[in-house]
């Protein structure tokens, strides 16, 4: 095996080794969040505050999420989210803002600077869960694109890529 070989091996056991500890910790987040039961009025006021504080300081979390892929397998992927606005009209809730995506599994892992920032609009919902019980929580999936649903996105990770989301 030539060396070319076994680095072009070992970086690709390191993206599947990346793909399996976000699926492992989207997984734990999701069920964290179920068993809290949070409901979808709570988490608006988290992404208003995610907002004021990205206007303030060009504040972007860390976010993870389920995209569906064409033969139907769910892949958690990776982004930083900057939040614009918080809309509340006719019985829904919106989020709109920008996201780099920074790993998916056909890409790797892609540096913030090296990535390219996409609008968004997320739709937040309550929701039953009656997996072990009947819990009550939110959940929170993309409005303006198919299969990218379960958004996870943390308030305790926090940079500023204010300047290379779009505006």
């Excluded at 139907?72 to 829904?92: P, Q």
């Amino acid at each position: 095996m030539t060396d070319a070989t076994l680095l072009a091996n070992f970086r690709h056991w390191q993206r599947f080794s990346q793909q399996e500890r976000l699926n492992r910790e989207h997984r734990a987040a999701i069920g964290r969040l179920e068993q809290s039961g949070a409901m979808a009025n709570r988490l608006a006021e988290a992404y208003r505050n995610m907002a004021a504080k990205g206007a303030e300081e060009g504040a972007c979390y860390r976010t993870l999420f389920s995209r569906t892929q064409d033969d139907g397998t769910t892949l958690t992927c990776e982004g930083w989210l900057f939040v614009r606005r918080v809309i509340a009209e006719k019985g829904s809730t919106r989020v709109r803002g920008s996201m780099l995506e920074v790993f998916d599994l056909q890409s790797g892992r892609i540096e913030p600077q090296e990535a390219t920032a996409s609008a968004v609009t997320l739709e937040l919902f309550d929701q039953i869960s009656t997996g072990r019980g009947v819990l009550m929580s939110c959940r929170v999936d993309r409005h303006d694109k198919r299969g990218d649903t379960h958004f996870i996105t943390f308030l305790d990770a926090v940079e500023n890529y204010k300047g290379m989301m779009k505006e």
